[in-house]
Nanobody, 126 residues
Framework: QVQLVESGGGLVQAGGSLRLSCAAS????????MGWFRQAPGKEREFVAA????????MYADSVKGRFTIFKDNAKNTVYLQMNSLKPEDTAVYYC???????????????????WGQGTQVTVSS
């Protein structure tokens, strides 16, 4: 079992930046990937970004490419999401997730992740 705790959400004006953190604890020694997803009111949870833990491969949703960066700190078992040039449409609850198994194509689907954090609210005002 892996426990994930997110932090760093908040209210920011359009064009601003936020950095989300996700600290993992528990059985973290076997992990294929960690990812960030988001869910806005009335919408389905959607993929934002993911990183393959061993090789560092990074994947992004088209809507955030060039604005968001996912990176990790192995020593701290923490993954980050640096969000720049934020837009009102980025407003959502952001969730961190991890999966023990997978392949590069599987990280885009929330159902393929087996541990989730509690979520952190990001609100971007216009």
């Amino acid at each position: 079992q892996v426990q994930l705790v997110e932090s760093g959400g908040g209210l920011v004006q359009a064009g601003g930046s936020l950095r989300l953190s996700c600290a993992a604890s528990g059985r973290t020694f076997t992990r294929y990937a960690m990812g960030w997803f988001r869910q806005a009111p009335g919408k389905e949870r959607e993929f934002v970004a993911a990183i393959v833990w061993s090789r560092g491969n990074k994947m992004y949703a088209d809507s955030v490419k060039g604005r968001f960066t996912i990176f990790k700190d192995n020593a701290k078992n923490t993954v980050y999401l640096q969000m720049n040039s934020l837009k009102p449409e980025d407003t959502a609850v952001y969730y961190c997730a991890t999966t023990r198994y997978g392949y590069s194509g599987s990280v885009y689907v929330p159902a393929n992740f087996d541990s989730w954090g509690q979520g952190t609210q990001v609100t971007v005002s216009s």
